[in-house]
């Protein structure tokens, strides 16, 4: 059990004087599908952007553990669900992956505003006939002197309709090898960049997600993230920091919902006793406690033998599938309790299970991670 210091503890409890603002009309920006921009302004205000980055650029400086435990806050105090997901989207994809692979120059150009939330992040990686299967993906970079020239198609992109900057994943070499991709960072305004708007999707609305066209994008080579021929490395890195800290701030929405639901089925009455005193519901809360309470010991554990430099394949995978499935039984085990009020847009619960879905999908689905398990086993 990690035990939080009192600076820890300060910064997930700073988030507290902006959760009236992030909560604002949650449930009716999401039926619009709206990217909260004052909202995000707000966000950007707390200082959570820049949490694991470097001082140097305008960051906080924070460990990934402390990263997670913050996040973890503004999943239990924070009811937008698609925000929170935009905001992991932007602080991984685009100031993990430079800090820790850009150089010098990309990491003094773009961290500083990155950290701010000045500019938005965002990354390119799943293509209309690649998901799950990364290493297939057909987006090319071509080398013409000092630029690279892209060209290709890339779907299901967070934060892409209102990104700032994108670190797109191309094929610099032969299909089907981990080094044959390069991360490229890639500007909103560059010529040959076409962004599609937002896509219609079942949860997570306030986080506008889309295509991305290349045509004959040319991108600077001092824009390369890492090495060229090295982008599987940004990919692996990237993907772990996001399974850790994405699934942290899930950990922190399944807390809130499990005492929200307490608090409902305390005090909602029915055959006269209030519906908490009957085993049915009392259990459906047990079991939404002992969710939580599982999906963080194996988030926090990946983390620990991460920072420890161990090998966390396994860990991560497990740990994916351990809290993504928790918080759809949760979402589920909520509306259920909730009954016909659970069913309905005004409470937010059947938001919540919309957005939970989106877990066991996004970053490797459930299937893949219990493919790679398996493998790691031997079978």
Known sequence: MISWTADQDALRNGLAPWLH??????????????????????????????????ERWGGLGQDLLTTMYVLEGLGEGCRDGGLNFSVTTHLVSTGVAVQRFGSAALKDRYLPGVASGALIGAHAISEPESG?????????????????????????????????????????GARGGPLGITAFLVERDTPGLVVGPSTAKMGLRTSPF?????????VPAANVVGSVGGGFL????????????????????????VERCREYAR???QFGSPIG?????????????????????ALYGAAERMVAGANVTMDIAVAKVVASEANVASALAA????????YTAEYGVEKELRNAVAGTIYSGTSEVQRNRIAAMMGL
């Open 21 to 54: 603002v992030l909560n604002a009309e949650h449930v009716e920006l999401d039926a619009r599908a709206e990217f909260p921009r004052e909202k995000w302004e707000a966000i950007r205000r707390t200082g959570l952007l820049g949490l694991p980055l470097g």
């Open 132 to 172: 799950s299967d990364a290493l297939a993906m057909r987006t090319r970079a071509v080398r013409d002197g000092d630029h690279f020239v892209l060209t290709g198609q890339k779907a299901f992109v967070s934060n892409g309709p209102v990104a700032d900057l994108v670190v797109v994943y191309a094929r610099t």
């Open 210 to 218: 889309g295509e991305l066209f290349l045509d004959d994008c040319r």
């Open 234 to 257: 940004v990919l692996d890195h990237v993907m772990k920091w996001e399974i850790l800290c994405g699934f942290a701030i899930n950990a922190g929405e399944m807390r809130h919902r």
């Open 267 to 269: 005090s909602r009455s």
């Open 277 to 297: 005193k009957f085993q049915a519901v009392a259990h459906r809360i047990v079991d939404m406690e002992i969710g939580v309470r599982t999906a963080r010991a």
């Open 335 to 342: 509306v259920q309790i909730f009954g016909g009020n659970g």
